[in-house]
């Protein structure tokens, strides 16, 4: 039923947790996300409790899963760095035991391999002249990914001399 006030719709308890039920199972979720979309929704807080309670008890909202997923993702797919890792999940508010086991999923050997790989593909690309300068974007680029300083300082200055 919609409201001929405001015209958005009105969802029972129900409704609500179907739908994060479907909201949930199509990609995991943290719950940061399924709160904002549940007040989007317009669900009074102690309905949002309520949904929470059951996605999790259901199984269909689990931290460590998201975190975990989370983590191997954005490190395979967009080849972010643990910083940047660990600050977008701190952002979702995922706790620090979360980040820590979801970031020891990455294997150190593949880490620095996906790391020179990036650093190699850039360099290439970098048409700047001027090897300060160079250097300068090659580490701008990887910090902004969230590769730890200390790599990519002497991976900067490793490649560019």
Known sequence: MSSRF????????HEATQK???YCAYQERCHKEVTEKLKGMNMIPEAIDQILGHLIQENFLNEERFAKAF????????KWGAVRIKNELKFRD???YNIKSALAEIQNEDYLKAFDELAKKRVAQIKETNPFKKKKKLADYLLYRGWE????YEKANELIK
């Open 6 to 13: 405001t015209g958005q719709k009105f969802y029972s308890i």
């Open 149 to 152: 300083s200390h790599l990519v």
């Open 71 to 78: 983590a191997r993702g954005k490190f395979n797919i967009k």
């Open 20 to 22: 994060m039920e479907r």
């Open 94 to 96: 995922i706790s620090a």
